[in-house]
């Protein structure tokens, strides 16, 4: 798992997994965070700098930037789940992402793709 937050109680330490959300536009980014934090995860707004580990990333590949990103999320173990308006193509799919959701879609999709990325044991996440 990637850097965490904990939160320590009567000597217990609770984890929260970071999401970063790569995603343009304000109100679509919005939505994905509210998602994230309703899983009770950290959505982490990607703005160019270094966020940190994380321990998923939702990304928009059709971005400037977007399959770079994708490309150092898997690189570095990261399980990736697309958000596109494009369908996927031989260089998302090359990826093996753990999820690519075409928009518009249901948010419960995203909430069980972050899910599966997430809780998934690690070997069943990189077979994606």
Do not use: N
Not at 55 to 74: Q, W
Not at 94 to 117: G, N, R
């Amino acid at each position: 798992m990637g850097r965490v937050d904990s939160l320590r109680s009567a000597g217990t330490v609770y984890v929260v997994p970071r999401v970063l959300i790569f995603e343009p536009h304000d109100d679509i980014r919005a939505l994905f965070e509210l998602v994230t934090r309703r899983l009770g995860y950290e959505p982490v707004a990607f703005g160019g700098a270094d966020t940190g580990p994380v321990d998923a990333a939702v990304i928009e590949p059709g971005e400037p930037g977007g399959m770079r990103l994708a490309m150092r999320m898997h690189a570095q173990g990261t399980p990736v789940i697309f958000a596109s308006i494009y369908p996927a193509d031989h260089a998302t799919q090359a990826l093996h992402p753990s999820a690519h959701l075409v928009k518009p879609f249901p948010l419960y999709l995203l909430e069980q793709a972050l899910h599966d990325a997430i809780e998934a044991p690690p070997q069943a996440a990189a077979a994606g």
